[in-house]
């Protein structure tokens, strides 16, 4: 990939192409102007077409001359530009623009020439409040004949938003696929996105008005034309949401919330007719999402809605289900990855969750789903967006399913053991039955699926894992109810870990140069391995950063440079310490920050460090409650735990390891 090299104008082949491709395909789809766009355009000498391209590729509008000098280009015709009024001057009406793309000397040359007083460490945001006071006009900001202004930005953007089917404000994406970054789908024959104007105008209507990212008022919501597609219309409804639970008035976000029509916004809606005291027109909207749901989410809000606030029901449907579930113990070991505690258990199943179904239903419908994009950058086939792959594929769909015996589907995934079990335990009806589920609506049914899939007496069932603090999600029960509905066995485990006195912990601390484990280096490990409340070994080492260490950390940690200049590296000592890890739970006060920190430290080496790991810090407020501190010092001091040596590893970790043992004393 990097062995790569670009033409020098290759931004130019790149932009040819496009325009090639919106002749080509989308020239119905546009209006005059744009058309004259496409047409001045080519009358410009290939410096000219240069120079307009190197600007739509970058950010903003303004452009100081000088910074748009490149090796490739020849001429700059500025007036060959200005007079097919691709570039213009600054005008009055650009002032908040030209002010929010200057830079801070900028301001302060502008400030000092006005003979305004300024602090040098001054941040941008009071030195632009400085220049707004001298309510200067463009004029007398400085020399101008420096400055170009981007012209006709609505006839390129719009142009861009054809040829990729959404708001893309840059043509970089040819550039990545040249270099072997970015895959495309060139193989793919061309499927319209937009049949007609309107349907292309109002997507690109609704996308700017989503990237502008403010909250918009009733007056102006009630000027929207209406939405045509479903990827439209997701839009429009998100939109007007976010406006509705910014609005501070609820009447104002109650009217906003009635010109919705899909979930999600539904449910807050009914949430704000209750909350309001409209409890009919509340149960009136319950009773339509049980008669006729959006979606299946919809339809467990207005279930659960209805039992708790109608029938008095205390308990959530999600909380209800998590009460209910049967429990399961599992070995400490399996700590933070339950679910492998669970199959250890059965002894035979696999860790499926969402993979087992997006993964039948990608391969199982790979010829319809070739069919084409929008775009060669469109991975969407344009009928999974828009909920219509089933209706357009019936034929082909159902007659595969008539035709493919379980030998057939094997032969697809002969590779893949986890599917391969599957589909030998599992019935094809069912198989099928849920693969037509997700056609319907794939993007909203292709996620949530429990974790596990169980082989039990030759017949597969599937189990969602939950751990200690672990919450059901909808989308989750909305999963198992459908697995249920064509004829899978389905089930809730609730785990709990059960104290195993011959497990062995390793109690660890880090010293390192700094807080950030992506930059910051390891300087120091201790790490004290501790077995039925006993300490059975001990593993400390000073360690090379192969950077300096900052003199804070130094008087910190009381490690110097000078202690590791020749100590080893992280990747000399790596076997070494993970030798002393093996078969053990890692354990630290604060874990978040020494298991990152040794994590990072492995991928540098471009390895992965995966293992069960337990916090002090947060056991301890679990099993310890109302203490005024939870730091290693101050645990310290209230648990009589010596402390010889702060800041060095050995001496935290051991420390720490004493912390462990009380609170293992608690669960025990």
Known sequence: MSDIVLPPKYYLDHFEEFIHEVKKHHSSLMEEHHHLYLADYEKL??????????MINRSGKIFEKSSLVYEEIESYDWDELARLNLIRELKEQDLPDFLNWLKKDDFKKILSKASVPFRKSASREELLSLTLNLNCTLKELGPLERIVVLNRQEEIDYLLFLYFGKLQNKLILPTLRDLGIRQSNKKGKFVAKFKNKEEAFTQYFYAHLKQLKRVFTLEEIETWPPAILVETKSLREE????????TEDPTTALSILKLCKDYPATTYRARLLHQLGFTDECLLELERMMDDPNNDEELLFAEDFLQRKYQKKRLSLLTETLRNAESLSIDESF????EFGVLAHYESGHFAENYLWNTLFWTFFEEELEAGGHSEF?????????KTFLTKHEASIFNKFETTTKEDLKALFAEDDIILDFIEFAELDKIFKMLVYMAQDFYGRNSGFPDLFIIENN??????????GDSLRPSQIKQMRQLEKVGFKVKVLQVNYKLNPEQIYVVVDLETTGSLSSWNRVTE???????NGQVIDTFQTLVNPERSIPQSIQEFTGITNEMVKNAPTFSEIMEKFLEFLDGSIFVAHNAGFDYGFIQNEFARLEERFVMPYICTKAWMRKYYPGLESYGLKNLCQTFNIELTNHHRALSDATAAAQLLNLINQRRS
């Open 239 to 246: 939109l007007l949401l976010k406006s509705a639970q910014k």
């Open 378 to 386: 469109d991975y969407a086939p344009p009928e999974l967006v828009e």
């Open 525 to 531: 490990i201790g790490a004290v391995k501790i077995q």
């Open 459 to 468: 017949e597969v069932s599937f189990i969602e894992v939950k751990a200690e």
């Open 45 to 54: 000498t290939n410096d000219s077409k240069c120079l307009l391209i190197r």
């Open 335 to 338: 700590y933070r990855h339950p």
